[in-house]
Each structure stands twice: as C-alpha cells, then as structure tokens.
C-alpha cells in the first residue's frame, strides 16, 4: 500500500469499512491483506470486501488476487459482508457507441462463451445494505442477475433493442501494452464459463434483480 499512515489515520475512529480493490493495482493481494490489517489495528468492526464471483479462479488473475484478502478477513475475527458479483452490465457501455456504429459486438474470446452478468446499481444497493444492516452479517453472496449468455445471445438483445441486426464477432486482443494479466484472461473465457445464479441477488433485494435488456434500453435513450 503506497501510504499506509495516511490510510491508518483514515480508518480512525470508523465503525465500518468498505473495501473494493483499484483495478489492474499491482500486488492486490498483499494490498489488501493490508488494508484487513489496518483495518482491525484501528479499531474498525466491520469489513465489507466487493470481491469477485468465484474468486478461487487461480488461472484469473483479477479473481485469485482476492482470495487471499477474504482469507485475511476471516482469520481477522472482524465482523465481515463478502460481496461475489458477476461480469457488470455497465462493461459493455464503453463499446456501445461502436456497436451502433458498426452493427458488431466484437471482443477477444470464443463468440460462445457463456457468463453471468448483472447491474453493477443492484451490486450498489446490496453494497448499501452490508454496512447498515446486520441481515448480511458472516454472509458471501453471490450476484447475479437472471441469464447465462453467451455473445451471440447478446448480440440478439442488441439487435431487438436498436431494431437492427448486430453481429457476434471474436475480434483479436488488443496488440499494444502486452498485458499479460489480460492474456490469460482472455485464454481463460475462450474456453471456460463464468456463472452464478440470481436466487442470493433476488432475496437480497426483495425484487427480480435488473434484466441486461433494460440496461441496453437505457444506454439507447430508453428506446
């Protein structure tokens, strides 16, 4: 952790905490055992980590780096929330502006991949309620949205939403960068799943969990 005194003096005085690791940090684990470490010398009860749906994926980087941070946090004695949310609707926001332009839905994995998926502003509510509440206390839950489809399945929403038709494509990695985290990653999704189930999102909420056909209505303006 680049400035563990000034995340210290942070955590002073806080009954609770929330943890979400920066994206592509280096040494995520080591950071967030830290942070768990910080946390309990401070005096902080409660700890609520948004992890990552099936964080003992070893061959994902972004997946194994937080096992040991929820590890960490179960040795701490500290009450805890473990929050496993699946792939964001909102990853496909950045590409949609090019969807509607080209009629492709393109990324670099098998066209037949299937996923879980699900409303990071479901996520947030559920964020909302761990620190507040104690109906999620020692919980790990799951979150997904109903669905398990893969790009063409996508490809078909897309193609309803802006009533035109819109391709599945494996389009190449990018070239520049070398990122070797993502990499694997994308070897990883040509070949293997990522699912979960919508049952532990829909009690949380009380409600059926948003659909990815709502979220594409919103990014076309509501059409």
């Known amino acids: 952790m680049n400035d563990a005194s000034a995340v210290a003096n942070a955590l002073e005085g806080i009954d609770t905490a929330f943890y979400i690791a920066p994206v592509e940090i280096e040494n995520e684990a080591e950071t967030g055992k830290q942070f768990v470490a910080l946390a309990k010398n401070a005096g902080v009860r409660r700890i609520v980590f948004s992890s990552v749906i099936h964080p003992i994926l070893s061959e994902l980087p972004n997946h194994a780096g937080k096992a040991p941070v929820e590890e960490a946090i179960l040795d701490s004695d500290l009450e805890y929330v473990l929050l496993h949310p699946a792939v964001f609707f909102q990853n496909l926001k950045s590409a949609w502006p090019k969807v509607k332009e080209t009629g ?72 520049e960068g070398g990122n070797a985290k993502l990499a694997r990653m994308f070897a990883w999704y ?27 209505q919103d990014l076309n303006g509501g059409h």
């Open 104 to 175: 492709v839905h393109g990324e670099p994995w098998s066209n037949d991949t299937r996923f879980s998926r699900v409303d990071y502003r479901d996520v947030a509510e559920v964020a909302a309620i761990a620190p507040t509440e104690d109906r999620l206390l020692f919980g790990t839950f799951e979150l997904c949205a109903d669905g398990v489809l893969n790009r063409y399945d996508i490809a078909a929403l897309m193609s309803d939403v802006l009533g035109r038709i819109v391709t599945a494509k494996k389009i190449d990695p990018p070239s």
């Open 190 to 216: 040509d070949k293997h799943p990522l699912l979960g189930n919508a049952t532990t999102l829909r009690a949380i909420l009380g409600r059926e969990p948003r659909t990815l056909q709502a979220f594409l």
